[in-house]
């Protein structure tokens, strides 16, 4: 909007028998009516614009759209602002602009070479997958465009949401029955990557199944199934199946926490109690120099875990002894 009226002049001076129209949305809305009235009556051949020509317009006579700095829109816009053209039996052409001087950002590059793929009926769930894609998930309630699901998984975000909707059915005096997940940090890439699933959906689809696994055997059928489907198991993918194994365990053994690296674990115990103490105790006393209890209450295994490898399964080891440990 700031150079609107600068690029007006531009355009007056390298082709003054052009006549040209400028909308924006600080027209007073009388104003851009009239403007995009007499645009649609083909007073003016050209129409300067911000994008609040988006959405909302009809036009089938207009048929050549030019957007200048492409670089500068997210998808959902370019989808919306090539749809302002081609809407009769007149071909449309939508034009792209870059500056020549700038490197695109990634994101950048990527929406546009989306959009070069987005040329049949039914792309917009195409779009969205993509733009959900380069964006990141944001809140799946609410105003806001972009929120928590990166930031603390799809699985929890799942959980965190079913509760809420759960808790607004029942009303503000039911009671709800207390769900809870093991937070654990392996400080190796836990996921799988888009070179591994490229479509977005299906990976989706495959965190809420492997989200939903509890037991050992359904963890190594889902294995099966993905080696089956798209080929050997990356090192995160293994990683995330392992992690999802550890899980389990830790609910077993009422462990809330685990923070593990190089050198080993510290684990952290919900309401830091254990479900049999004595076998705790007698367990790190025979431990003693590699294992040891931290006046937080918190467990520490010294290990040499410098593979990642090593370190996930010196981790499902460990956590699996306490959980035997509990249970016993």
């Known amino acids: 909007l700031a150079d609107i009226d600068r690029v007006a002049e531009r355009l007056a001076k390298?082709?003054?028998?052009?006549?040209?129209?400028?909308?924006?949305?600080r027209l007073a809305p009388a104003d851009l009516e009239e403007v995009m009235v007499a645009f649609g009556d083909k007073q003016y051949d050209v129409l300067l614009s911000t994008n609040i020509i988006e959405s909302g317009i009809d036009m089938p006579s207009v048929n050549t759209l030019i957007i200048h700095r492409a670089d500068m829109f997210g998808l959902g816009q370019l989808y919306q602002l090539r749809g302002r053209?081609?809407?009769?039996?007149?071909?449309?052409?939508?034009?792209?602009?870059?500056?020549?001087?700038?490197?695109?950002?990634?994101?950048?590059?990527?929406?546009?070479?989306?959009?070069?793929?987005?040329?049949?009926?039914g792309a917009g769930f195409q779009l969205a997958s993509h733009d959900l894609d380069i964006r990141g998930a944001g809140n799946l309630l609410g105003e806001e465009q972009?929120?928590?699901?990166?930031e603390v998984g799809i699985e929890l975000y799942q959980q965190l949401l079913e509760e809420a909707v759960a808790a607004a059915k029942g009303g503000a005096g039911a009671e709800a029955v207390e769900e809870w997940s093991p937070q654990i940090a392996i400080g190796t890439p836990v996921l799988i990557p888009d070179t591994y699933v490229a479509d977005l959906s299906v990976r989706l689809a495959l965190y809420r199944r492997i989200g939903a696994l509890a037991e050992q055997g359904e963890i190594e059928a889902l294995a099966a199934e993905l080696i089956d489907r798209f080929g050997?198991?990356?090192?995160?993918?293994e990683n995330l199946l392992e992690v999802v194994a550890i899980k389990a365990l830790c609910k077993l053994a009422g462990i809330e926490k685990v923070d593990s690296g190089p050198k080993g674990a510290v684990v952290s115990l919900r309401g830091n109690t254990f479900a049999n103490p004595a076998a705790l105790v007698q367990?790190?006393?025979?431990?003693?120099?590699?294992?040891?209890?931290?006046?937080?209450?918190?467990?520490?295994?010294?290990?040499?875990?410098?593979?990642?490898k090593d370190r996930v399964a010196g981790l499902r080891k460990v956590i699996g002894k306490l959980a035997e440990l509990a249970l016993s």
């Open 14 to 25: 390298l082709v003054p028998e052009v006549k040209t129209a400028v909308a924006h949305g």
């Open 232 to 237: 050997k198991l990356p090192p995160e993918v």
């Open 85 to 121: 053209v081609g809407r009769s039996k007149t071909r449309g052409y939508a034009y792209f602009t870059l500056p020549n001087d700038k490197v695109l950002s990634k994101a950048a590059e990527k929406r546009l070479q989306v959009m070069q793929t987005l040329d049949s009926l």
């Open 146 to 150: 972009s929120g928590h699901i990166r």
């Open 283 to 308: 367990f790190i006393s025979r431990a003693a120099g590699t294992c040891k209890i931290r006046p937080d209450h918190k467990i520490v295994f010294l290990r040499a875990w410098e593979n990642p």
